[in-house]
């Protein structure tokens, strides 16, 4: 079983800076990829960022490329979502997510095909 902790969360107002991070309970960390999804009230679901489990692929959505980057320490069992100019748009809860991957450079985008789930944190960006 692997736990999840987001942390990093907040208050900000546009155009901001905030880091997110995701601490993963056990060494299976270094087997997964993970990502960062978030969910604003009366919206689905979307990815935000994905990472391969060594670090060499990623993704983003349309919407944060070029302000947010994904990272990963693989000796700390933590991914990062480092989250620049921010838009009130940007509101929402953020999770982190592992997904149990066979390949190694394997970047899933669909919810549906992670794993584990953190508990979510709260980013509001004021205008």
């Known amino acids: 079983q692997v736990q999840l902790v987001e942390s990093g969360g907040g208050l900000v107002q546009a155009g901001g800076s905030l880091r997110l991070s995701c601490a993963a309970s056990?060494?299976?960390?270094?087997?997964?990829?993970m990502g960062w999804f978030r969910q604003a009230p009366g919206k689905e679901r979307e990815v935000v960022a994905a990472?391969?489990?060594?670090?060499?692929?990623?993704y983003y959505s349309a919407s944060v490329k070029g302000r947010f980057t994904i990272s990963r320490d693989n000796a700390k069992n933590t991914v990062y979502l480092q989250m620049n100019s921010l838009k009130p748009e940007d509101t929402a809860l953020y999770y982190c997510?592992?997904?149990?991957?066979?390949?190694?450079?394997?970047?899933?985008?669909?919810?549906?095909?992670?794993?584990?789930w953190g508990q979510g944190t709260q980013v509001t960006v004021s205008s």
């Open positions: 990472i391969s489990r060594s670090g060499g692929n990623g």
């Open positions: 997510a592992a997904h149990a991957a066979i390949s190694g450079e394997v970047v899933p985008t669909n919810f549906r095909l992670y794993d584990y």
């Open positions: 056990v060494r299976i960390f270094r087997s997964c990829a």
